[in-house]
T-cell receptor, first 116, second 115 residues
Framework: DTGVSQDPRHKITKRGQNVTFRCDPI?????LYWYRQTLGQGPEFLTY????????KSRLLSDRFSAERPKGSFSTLEIQRTEQGDSAMYLC??????????????FGPGTRLTVL | GENVEQHPSTLSVQEGDSAVIKCTYS??????FPWYKQELGKRPQLIID?????GEKKDQRIAVTLNKTAKHFSLHITETQPEDSAVYFC??????????????FGSGTRLSIRP
């Protein structure tokens, strides 16, 4: 499968624990995005990388959230001291440079987080 | 602030009829408008997109129209089939060319096709 992949697909954790998710973008896609989706809502933008540089982070994102893309390939999203409100589907997407400002984004299957 | 509004939230149509979903956006610099289909438990899949230099785009049974003056864009599905049942999301780019690639999603439309 050459699409965007995410690991794990499901994560159940207790409140206060730290969790880390991984995203592998489509090969040669230089842009990578993280979104959060709750039931009945559209994906909510969290942060975005171009190669290894984190270019934007949502103003609504708590300081407990951090993301990295150290080598410009895969990315990790860490949530520290999880809260029940963090329960959601965390989606990753990637896009290839097309010469346009906004490229088509392709989504991964998501990681469903449940905080007990 | 930046937002995309989507209507209706639910839509039920008879198989074979047409379905229309409408969105409005707030950022006048938006220039890219994708539509995604999401089936239960699956990832959002791009079904069609349009850029601001065109007013309409078609792909078989799916078409999207864009009215930049009114900041409206719509998805039209003709000859609906059972497999069209899903949640559909519209989205709009934010910030124009100065803020590459960020898109904001609408809240979704749950489309049901009645046999």
């Amino acid at each position: 499968d050459t699409g965007v992949s995410q690991d794990p697909r499901h994560k159940i954790t207790k409140r206060g624990q730290n969790v880390t998710f991984r995203c592998d973008p489509i090969s040669e896609h230089n842009r990578l995005y993280w979104y959060r989706q709750t039931l009945g809502q559209g994906p909510e933008f969290l942060t975005y990388f171009q190669n290894e540089a984190q270019l934007e982070k949502s103003r609504l994102l708590s300081d407990r959230f951090s993301a990295e893309r150290p080598k410009g390939s895969f990315s990790t999203l860490e949530i520290q001291r999880t809260e029940q409100g963090d329960s959601a589907m965390y989606l990753c997407a990637s896009s290839a440079p097309s010469g346009r400002a906004t490229d088509t984004q392709y989504f991964g299957p998501g990681t469903r987080l449940t905080v007990l | 602030g930046e937002n995309v509004e989507q209507h209706p939230s639910t839509l039920s149509v008879q198989e074979g009829d047409s379905a229309v979903i409408k969105c409005t956006y707030s950022d006048s610099a938006s220039n890219y408008f994708p539509w995604y289909k999401q089936e239960l438990g699956k990832r959002p899949q791009l079904i069609i997109d349009i850029r601001s230099n065109v007013g309409e785009k078609k792909d078989q049974r799916i078409a999207v129209t864009l009215n930049k003056t009114a900041k409206h864009f719509s998805l039209h599905i003709t000859e609906t089939q059972p497999e069209d049942s899903a949640v559909y999301f519209c989205a709009a780019s934010i910030g124009g060319y100065s803020s590459a690639s960020k898109i904001i999603f609408g809240s979704g439309t749950r489309l049901s096709i009645r046999p």
